[in-house]
């Protein structure tokens, strides 16, 4: 995937770097969009989308994270799926699969809610429709504050062996590794407004109920942050099914990218 020119999109006072591979031929083809979890960038759906040969992928860095500039909006997942489905406009397309993982995949069922005609099929992975527990969003805001006086990366850093399966701490240690550099090299103030933004999130089973376009849910059967109950009740809100991936966490676009790449092109066939 090559970068596109800094001024690729912008909305307010945001910019967003996108990534893109086959762009030419955007037009009258839908476009695979990807999502990244947090804290990461586009980065970690390299794997992933070097197997759609011939399809158009954008891949989004976040607001803050990777070339994105620190955003000036309020923290929202909103402002940031507007700023995504801007992007994709910019670059051409008329049709899209978008799929998230974790924060991604929150963002991307406020795409569906906000920019029905745009979005035409979702793949979710490796995230839910429920609102935040207030424990969870405690420690969410607590951590966006950490964030500001540089605690967070060293908390993220230590969460990693939850957000993998342990076949992926034990054989493939170069992926925790990757995903150590990369909380490293993130903004303490792009982790700030993340975490603001999730931890404000509506649930969206009914904007799932009412989405009726091509889905798949999928699921690390070792995901330690979204449990089986979750996935299936955004499947059932769908009208499709969950892939449970084997040897997989949280972040399985990262652990069997082949497994997501599957998924992504079974919904695109049906929406082509």
């Known amino acids: 995937m090559r970068p596109c020119s800094p001024s690729c999109a912008k909305m307010g006072n945001m910019n967003v770097a996108i990534f893109t591979r086959d762009a030419h031929r955007m037009a009258g083809t839908p476009a695979v969009v990807l999502l990244a979890a947090f804290p990461y960038d586009h980065r970690m759906w390299e794997g992933v989308a070097r197997r759609f040969e011939g399809v158009p992928v954008i891949a989004i860095d976040p607001p803050g994270f990777g070339h994105s500039p620190i955003p000036l909006d309020p923290p929202s997942l909103e402002i940031y799926a507007d700023y995504v489905a801007q992007a994709v406009r910019a670059e051409g397309a008329e049709k899209i699969l978008v799929c998230g993982n974790s924060m991604g995949g929150y963002t991307a069922q406020a795409m569906i809610e906000r920019h029905p005609r745009l979005v035409g099929g979702v793949v979710l992975v490796g995230t839910k429709a429920d609102i935040d527990t207030p424990q969870a969003r405690a420690a969410r805001t607590e951590m966006a504050v950490g964030a500001l006086v540089g605690r967070a990366q060293e908390q993220l850093v230590k969460s990693i062996p939850t957000m993998l399966a342990k076949e992926t701490l034990t054989d493939f240690p170069k992926i925790p590794e990757l995903m150590e550099k990369w909380i490293k090299e993130a903004p303490g103030a ?83």
Do not use: C, F
């Open 190 to 272: 792009a982790i700030s407004w993340a975490q603001r933004a999730l931890a404000a999130r509506p649930g969206r089973l009914e904007t799932l109920g009412r989405a009726q376009i091509p889905a798949m849910v999928v699921r690390g059967e070792q995901d330690q942050n979204s449990t089986a109950a979750q996935a299936e009740a955004m499947a059932k809100a769908l009208g499709t099914r969950v892939v449970s991936v084997p040897r997989a966490g949280h972040l399985v676009p990262l652990e069997a990218p082949s497994a997501v790449a599957r998924a992504v092109m079974s919904v695109y066939r049906r929406m082509s």
